[in-house]
């Protein structure tokens, strides 16, 4: 019973630390978020990307036009995912990001901009520069405003005034993602000149699924509201249509690991491993610890001296052995970090040598049996801390310490 409360306790702090955190950034104001529900996973996942992608879509970060406002943000759903943070609460899914870490959205984009740029300002081929800054310019039109690169590239753009663009060899994918950057602004796409080389063949860019819509006039068209990004409060409201489109579900793969080298201390030290597997927010683990110059026993005698045939006469020299293995539960408490709780089987024996030089395992004070240990993990980018405890048999406490990597 003691130990089905201490477990019961773990698990309970854990779900409400969990929950904490969920509240904690939904009633923040400096993080902008998106709740989404759904029958699994990855259900809820893509419900609450589009509503994060529709809140984004309705604040003043991009000057775009209202009526493709929207349609703009779903071309950065790749780049919304990899910059945002993701809370599961059963069947909820919370998708969120930090006001001040909006810009990470663009950075890609940005990065795409000055290579084009680059490689137009370096080459003679007039195809390759006229197409470069076409496809710049393009990209410019759904970042936040570059008067000063939208300048240079312009200038280049009017040298070659009248060149037909082309595609170019080994940049297909940007031409894709130029093309539904056009497609979302209801631009025209440019004549395309076919290219002298076979491109070299790259991943198709996620389609985005499509955000709950609703109707206004017989019109399919999505709610939104314009808010300041530095402020947070509401300026005004508006309309606008969305262009229904057939989407293919989202794919991908949710789980992440823990490789983790252990060791506790008290009444001895002991080294091990410790190896976890999670899917979203929650997973399991199993764990393995021995002693260091463990020994064998030769028989067995208590504290007072008592032995099955005699007395135990002591010589003075003492040592301790231990081992202990465990599995259990992981569950995510917080953006980095991740709770566990688990249960297996634990030895501590206490040896002392008697004048023969031979090792009595000391039975009332050596223990053994159910072992329960949980604790937390702490992740930096691809590096892991563990901080926990584990007790044998209830009888003892030790601190439990680990270091590896997350992935």
Not at 66 to 92: C, H, P, Q
Not at 168 to 176: D, K, T
Not at 230 to 256: C, D, F, H, M
Request: with cysteine; charged share 20%; glycine share 10%.
């Amino acid at each position: 019973m003691r130990r089905f409360c201490f477990i019961s306790v773990l698990l309970t702090l854990s779900l409400v630390l969990h929950g904490q955190n969920y509240r904690r950034i939904k009633e923040d104001p400096s993080y902008i978020w998106g709740e989404g529900i759904g029958a699994g996973y990855e259900a809820a996942q893509s419900s609450a990307v589009d509503e994060l992608i529709r809140k984004l879509s309705a604040t003043d970060l991009l000057e775009v036009p209202s009526v493709s406002r929207l349609a703009v943000w779903r071309t950065y759903r790749r780049d919304i995912i990899a910059a945002s943070g993701v809370e599961n609460e059963g069947k909820t899914a919370l998708r969120y990001i930090a006001w001040k870490d909006v810009d990470k959205i663009f950075s890609r984009r940005k990065a795409l901009v000055g290579d084009l740029l680059s490689r137009a300002s370096g080459v003679k081929d007039p195809v390759v520069v006229a197409t470069c800054a076409d496809w710049a310019l393009t990209l410019l039109d759904a970042l936040p405003t570059d008067q000063k690169t939208r300048r240079s590239l312009e200038s280049l753009r009017n040298k070659y005034k009248g060149t037909r663009t082309g595609d170019i060899p080994g940049l297909s994918y940007i031409g894709r993602e130029v093309e539904a950057i056009r497609a979302a602004l209801g631009k025209k796409a440019s004549p395309v000149k076919p290219a002298t080389e076979i491109p070299v063949p790259t991943e198709p860019m996620p389609r985005p699924s499509i955000a709950p819509l609703v109707s206004v006039g017989g019109v399919a068209s999505s709610p939104a509201t314009v808010v300041s990004r530095r402020q947070g409060i509401s300026r005004k409201t508006e309309t606008y249509p969305v262009q229904l489109k057939k989407v293919a579900p989202r794919t991908g793969n949710p789980w992440s690991y823990y490789f983790l080298l252990d060791a506790s201390a008290l009444p001895s030290v002991e080294g091990g491993v410790f190896l976890g597997a999670m899917k979203g927010s929650f997973g399991g683990y199993v764990s393995a610890r021995r002693g260091f110059g463990n020994m064998r026993s030769d028989y067995s005698a208590t504290s007072d001296g008592r032995t099955g045939y005699g007395y135990l006469w002591a010589s003075g020299e003492t040592a301790l052995s231990r081992y202990s293995m465990a599995a259990g539960a992981l569950m995510r408490v917080g953006k980095r970090v991740t709770g566990y709780v688990g249960a297996g089987y634990g030895r501590i024996d206490q040896i002392w040598e008697d004048t023969a030089g031979q090792w009595a395992r000391i039975t009332d004070i050596s223990h053994q049996g159910v072992q329960i240990e949980a604790g937390l993990i702490f992740s930096a980018g691809k590096v892991a801390l563990m901080a926990g405890a584990s007790s044998v048999s209830f009888a003892t406490i030790s601190p439990v310490f680990g270091l590896g990597i997350h992935f």
